[in-house]
Structures are given as structure tokens and as C-alpha cells.
């Protein structure tokens, strides 16, 4: 589920719809958490279905570390890539925002740690990465677990809309992690080979 703070709209005819703030949120604010209304799919299961729905699919969805493929019931579907992403997934099926993000700014994902299968081209965005790899996982996980580590503290610091989505269990392992005393899972935990 999407934060409840944000909205779809068109960022561009380049880009299409996106995912944007409502209102300011800071650093370390759960922005998604897999939730029960997100379907997962093995890949048997969409080698079964029609092409059209292989399409959705292929388009919306993300491969996780089973290598199974997860559709967003929500717009959470619309988070486009961005090299300069705010948003960053964690090992515990959630994302949180790695800085702040002002009303009316776009929530954006690096896809390279979404798994891809293919390698694309990103939008240039003066960044030395101009291409999303499938291996971009093991490269980068370093960079991407520095920034978690900088933002887990947060977590504990600022409003959880999405708290309620956590089992209790879950979440005092966020707040162990958040505190310092439980070491936090890498990103890298989330990779899976195309």
C-alpha cells in the first residue's frame, strides 16, 4: 500500500503518471508496505495467463527476491525510476523515504533493485548511471544500505501512516533496527538472478 499522502498524476508525456506528495514527507517515512490486497505470481502462473495480462505484468509489476512477480493493488504501481530515487526498499518489504520529499514532488524508485530482466535506459538525470542493469543489486547494494542505515533511526522519529500494516512482531524489529540494537538486513538480501 501507498503512503495515503500522495496522489497519481501525469508527470509528463515522456514519463506518464506518477506517484506525487500531497503534503510534506520527511526522511524516514514508510512511503509503501506489501500489503494483503498485492498479488505475487510465480512465473508458471504467468506463463499461464493470456498475453494481455503477461503485458500488465511486465509493465507493473516487480520481480522480489523468490523471483516471483508482485502487482500493487494501488497506485503504488505508478512509482517510476529514477537514478536520484527519494524513496529506497528494504529487506522487510517496505519502503521508506531516504530524504525528504515536499508536497507536490514525485515519489521515485531505483528500479535496480526491483530486479529487471532486461537492461534499460533511464532518463538522463546528470547522473553517472544512465542504465538500469538486471545485476544492479550486487553492484550498488553498498550505497543503497549506507542510505538505509542513515534513515532506519527515522522510522521511530516521524508519523507511520502505514504503521497499522505491520504485525507486532514486525514492527518491534523495525523499532530494534531503528534503536541500534538489532543489525539491519541488506538490500542485497532482496536480489534474485533473472
Known amino acids: 500500500m501507498i503512503h495515503p499522502k ?29 500489503d494483503e490486497l498485492d498479488r505475487e505470481f510465480t512465473p508458471d502462473q504467468v506463463k499461464k ?4 495480462y503477461q503485458q500488465v505484468l511486465e509493465t507493473y509489476s516487480y520481480r522480489n527476491n523468490k523471483g516471483n512477480l508482485v502487482l500493487c493493488w494501488d497506485y503504488g504501481r505508478f512509482v517510476n525510476h529514477s537514478f536520484k530515487s527519494n524513496c529506497l526498499s528494504t529487506a522487510y518489504d517496505f519502503e521508506i523515504a531516504i530524504r525528504d520529499i ?29 542504465t538500469v542493469y538486471p545485476d544492479d543489486l550486487l553492484k550498488h547494494y553498498k550505497t543503497w544500505d549506507k542510505k538505509l542505515i ?45
Open 102 to 130: 515536499q508536497a507536490g514532488e514525485e515519489l521515485t524508485d531505483d528500479y535496480g533493485y526491483l530486479n529487471v530482466t532486461e537492461p534499460f535506459k533511464g532518463i538522463n538525470e546528470g547522473t553517472r548511471r544512465k
Open 6 to 34: 500522495t496522489e497519481l498524476k501525469l508527470i509528463s508525456e515522456e514519463i506518464g503518471y506518477g506517484v506525487v506528495a500531497k503534503e510534506f514527507i520527511p526522511a524516514g517515512t514508510i512511503t509503501w508496505v506489501l
Open 49 to 52: 495467463l493470456q498475453p494481455i
Open 150 to 194: 542513515q534513515n532506519f533511526p527515522k522510522i521511530i522519529e516521524v508519523a507511520q501512516p502505514l504503521h497499522v500494516l505491520f504485525t507486532p512482531d514486525r514492527w518491534n524489529e523495525i523499532e530494534e533496527i531503528a534503536k541500534g540494537k538489532k543489525e539491519m538486513e541488506s538490500i542485497k538480501t532482496n536480489y534474485y538472478p533473472s
